[in-house]
C-alpha cells in the first residue's frame, strides 16, 4: 500500500508540473469570444493587471536603476490585452477604452511608495495615437476583478452604452465575464493569450515533461479555479 500512495503521489506532482494538464484544463474552462467585426463598440473594457507593478515599486524604494522607470513602459505576460484594445479604437471598432483606477502601494523602510498603473497604460495608450478623451479610468483605487465590475457599474450609471467589448485573457474571462454580468452589464467577448490547437500540444512531446512552464500554468488554472468557486460560494456570480 505504501508502495501504491507513493507512486500515486509522483503522478499527482508529474501531471501538476507538466504543460499538458494546463492545456486541457484551458481547453474546457475557456469561452468563446463573440466579438462582432461589424459593430463599432460603444466602448471596450480592457481589464487591468498588465502593468509590473512591483518593476516600478522597487525601483522607486530601491533607488537602484540608473534611468527614472517612470518614464518607460515595463509590462508583463497579460500585456495583450493592451495591445488588442488600442487595436479596436485605432482600426475603427471602438469609440472608447476604459480602464480601471488601479494604484499598486508597497512599503520600503518604513515609508509608503505607490504608482498609478492606470496613468501607465493611458501614457502607453497616447504614446500609440489614442487622445485623452478616448482613455477613460473610471472607478476608485481598485484591488480585483470584482471591483472592476462594481465600479463600472457605477459608472454607467452617467452613460447610455449599449455595445460594449471585454477584452482580458482566454483563461481569466469565464470569471471577469461572469462577475460583470451579474452586476447586470451585457458585454460582447474578445480573448487574448489563446492558446493554440489542443491537437497540437497533445502531439508535442515537450508538453508532456515537467518543466517551469507546466508548473506555472497549474498555478493560474488553480488561481482561476478557486477565485471563481469563492466567488460563487459568496453570491458574487
Known sequence: KKRYVFLLIIFFFYM?????????????WKMNSTYDSSKVYDGVIVLAGAVDTHWYLNDLGNDK??????NYFRFNSAD????????????????RMFY???????????KAYSVDASNIVKDFAAKNGISDDRFIIYGENVKRTLDE?????????NYDMK??????????????????????????????????NLLKKIVDIKNFI???????MTKNILYE?????GYWLKGNL
Open 16 to 28: 501538476l508540473s507538466i504543460p499538458i494538464t494546463g492545456n486541457l484544463f484551458q481547453t474546457i
Open 65 to 70: 536603476l540608473i534611468y527614472n522607470s517612470k
Open 80 to 95: 495583450e490585452r493592451i495591445y488588442a484594445g488600442i487595436y479596436f479604437l485605432k482600426s475603427g471598432k471602438a469609440e
Open 100 to 110: 480601471s483606477k488601479y494604484i499598486a502601494s508597497k512599503e520600503y523602510g518604513g
Open 149 to 157: 465590475a462594481v465600479e463600472f457599474k457605477k459608472f454607467l450609471q
Open 163 to 196: 455595445d460594449i467589448l471585454l477584452v482580458t485573457s482566454e483563461l481569466h474571462m469565464r470569471r471577469a465575464y461572469k462577475l460583470f454580468n451579474a452586476q447586470g452589464i451585457e458585454l460582447d467577448r474578445y480573448s487574448v493569450e489563446v492558446m493554440e
Open 210 to 216: 515537467p518543466n517551469q512552464d507546466g508548473i506555472k
Open 225 to 229: 479555479l478557486f477565485g471563481y468557486i
